[in-house]
């Protein structure tokens, strides 16, 4: 079997550029965290490397200012 998990932020978005770029190590993007949060640009890489522990992926997808993560876990 397989699990998906899907995951939709409303923020500031991101660019087709940053999506491009976005699971890679220590990637910072154009989007500035919200919360006022310090970011390195390590979380999606570390996010990648545990969905393909699991046999899996993990893909972005930005619309306006709503991206969605979709992790497929098998």
Same mark, same amino acid.
């Given at each position: 079997?397989?699990?998906?998990?899907?995951?939709?932020?409303?923020?500031?978005?991101?660019?087709?550029?940053?999506?491009?770029? +976005?699971? $890679?190590?220590?990637?910072?993007? #154009? !989007?500035?965290?919200? &919360?006022?949060? %310090?970011?390195?640009?390590?979380? =999606?890489?570390?996010?990648?490397?545990? +969905?393909? $522990?699991?046999?899996?992926?993990? #893909? !972005?997808?930005?619309? &306006?200012?709503? %991206?969605?993560?979709?992790?497929? =876990?098998?």
């Amino acid at each position: 079997g397989h699990v998906c998990i899907q995951v939709k932020d409303h923020g500031p978005g991101l660019t087709e550029e940053d999506v491009a770029a +976005a699971f $890679g190590p220590y990637q910072k993007l #154009s !989007a500035m965290p919200t &919360g006022g949060e %310090i970011s390195i640009g390590i979380g =999606l890489s570390i996010a990648r490397s545990i +969905a393909e $522990g699991h046999r899996g992926a993990i #893909s !972005a997808r930005t619309e &306006g200012d709503t %991206i969605t993560f979709t992790a497929l =876990l098998k």
